[in-house]
């Protein structure tokens, strides 16, 4: 069964400072998927990271994966209060017809002013 | 329409009803996905749609709950005899193609007195 574990569960971070959220996971893949999701709100796709080594930007949001380690990093630089929301990270494993993603518990980050 | 479209945004019902969710996938998408997330177990896959392949059910909970996705595009999940542990907020998603990110809804609150 894949497990996928992230942490922390919980970060509290001031505007300005860097962080970083890891996601491992229990069982081979190439996929990997991060989401945001604002209070009361639905998931919003950010990252698809489908091999070894791949990096992807976006803003202050950058997301990598190491499948040989089976971590994948969301790193945020010089947080800003906007980005206030929780993270998941979600694994697909290969072999169906379409992506059945497990997802990671979830990262609540809360940036104060 | 734009987006992921979900009806209804909230139910409340009782104890052994039956319960139906609907879902608008994104025009074209191939792929339609339904998941649900709680408190006490986080986003957990339930069945999902790709094409005309037969869908799959492995994370359906229990035999109480089934869904069908009638030509290609609407999807309607339906859980029979509710009960209070089927609490949550049905997700549906869908996606262009496999590996793509999938496109989330906002879900339906589910309350179940």
């Known amino acids: 069964e894949l497990k996928v574990e992230q942490n922390p569960l919980f970060l509290s971070m001031q505007e300005g400072k860097n962080y970083t959220i890891y996601c491992n996971y229990s069982?081979?893949?190439?996929?990997l998927y991060w989401y945001r999701q604002d209070p009361g709100k639905s998931l919003e796709s950010l990252f698809v990271?489908?091999?070894?080594?791949a990096v992807k930007q976006e803003g202050r949001l950058m997301a990598s994966l190491d499948t040989k380690a089976r971590l994948s990093t969301l790193h945020i630089t010089a947080a800003v209060h906007d980005l206030s929301a929780t993270y998941f990270c979600?694994?697909?494993?290969?072999?169906?017809?379409?992506?059945?993603?497990?997802f990671g518990t979830g990262t609540r980050l809360q940036v104060t002013l | 329409g734009a987006g992921v479209s979900q009806s209804p945004s909230n139910k409340v019902t009782e104890k052994g009803k039956d319960v139906e969710l609907r879902c608008d996938p994104i025009?074209?998408?191939?792929?339609l996905y339904w998941y649900r997330q709680s408190l006490g177990q986080g986003l957990e896959f339930l069945i999902y749609?790709?094409?005309?392949?037969?869908?799959?059910k492995s994370g359906l909970p229990s035999d109480r709950f089934s869904a069908e996705r009638t030509g290609g595009s609407v999807s309607t999940l339906t859980i029979q005899r509710t009960q209070q542990e089927d609490s949550a907020v049905y997700l549906c998603?869908?996606?262009?193609?496999?590996?793509?990110?999938?496109?989330f809804g906002d879900g339906t609150r589910l309350s179940i007195l």
């Open positions: 025009s074209g998408h191939t792929a």
């Open positions: 979600a694994v697909d494993i290969p072999g169906g017809t379409a992506s059945k993603l497990t």
């Open positions: 749609f790709q094409g005309n392949s037969a869908p799959d």
């Open positions: 998603a869908s996606s262009l193609v496999y590996n793509q990110p999938q496109h």
């Open positions: 990271l489908l091999s070894n080594g």
């Open positions: 069982t081979t893949s190439d996929r």
